[in-house]
């Protein structure tokens, strides 16, 4: 059972999950599942083509491709009466809007409607906080020395603040999932360490190129990442003995998330 080929579709779900309960999680067949529709939503806050891309899900035992579904009906509206339509693009399956940007502290839904049926989400733009920096350093892991880098920020006080960090090596995505959270960290100056494994896609090497991503989130989009970072924490796909799909914001069993955020991405090239 390739385990990792259907969690490496679920992080893929970035740029690439059902509940009537947002905090409930399924557990699913995943050798013999019929295949299910995925929808991956996302607004940032930076003017620009924003895109839905909407595909199905395959079992384990079939190949690495997802089909895409086209015909959807899909609008984005906001709580102050903003209405937009998104239209499928020459890419089958993907479905933008030119020259967008969202507002923090807005409300966004997006409403999908495909196949007979109608999904919903809602997330919420949260204020952005400023990306101070990126650092690397060189540490020991036992008898080899790995190359790591580290976020750097000012957690502001006085509000609650959910991060994702999406790191490339050199323009490759790393299928690893970052998340954060203040719990511990409000009102402070944090330095957080992304590490990676010897099971990760991509390694750290002295003059690579390595980009961050680093977007708040809302609290509904942080539990999904978060979800999907414990389920493959340690890179390796043989240590997932329950696989779930991951609690998403849409409504009526449909799998995928919808997320407004707010993003920065710094570069820094490791010595």
Not at 17 to 44: M, R
Not at 108 to 116: I, S
Request: charged share 20%; aromatic share 10%.
């Amino acid at each position: 059972m390739n385990k990792q080929r259907y969690f490496g579709f679920l992080i893929g779900l970035f740029v690439l999950a059902s509940i009537v309960s947002c905090e409930k999680v399924l557990d699913l067949n995943l050798n013999n599942a019929s295949p299910q529709l995925v929808i991956e939503g996302n607004l940032t806050d930076v003017r620009g083509v924003q895109s839905v891309k909407i595909s199905k899900s395959v079992p384990f035992d079939q190949s690495n491709v997802f089909p895409a579904v086209s015909g959807a009906s899909v609008v984005l509206t906001d709580n102050v009466g903003n209405r937009y339509n998104l239209l499928e693009g020459t890419t089958k399956g993907t479905y933008n809007i030119n020259n967008l940007f969202g507002r923090t502290g807005r409300v966004y839904t997006l409403n999908v409607g495909v196949e007979g049926q109608t999904f919903t989400a809602v997330s919420t733009m949260p204020p952005s906080v400023r990306l101070d920096s990126l650092t690397g350093s060189e540490e020991t892991f036992g008898n080899e020395k790995r190359k790591v880098i580290a976020v750097n920020f000012s957690e502001p006080g006085g509000q609650v603040n959910y991060y994702l960090f999406r790191m490339s090596v050199n323009g490759k995505l790393a299928s690893r999932i970052f998340t954060d959270n203040d719990l511990f960290t409000n009102g402070k100056y944090v330095r957080r360490n992304l590490y990676l494994t010897d099971n990760d896609n991509v390694k750290i090497e002295s003059r690579d190129e390595v980009l961050i991503d680093f977007q708040t989130i809302d609290k509904p989009i942080y539990t999904y990442w978060f979800s999907l970072e414990q389920q493959s924490s340690s890179g390796n796909p043989n240590d997932v003995t329950t696989p779930a799909n991951p609690p998403s914001n849409f409504n009526n069993g449909v799998l995928g998330y919808f997320s407004a955020h707010t993003t920065q991405t710094q570069v820094a090239v490791l010595k």
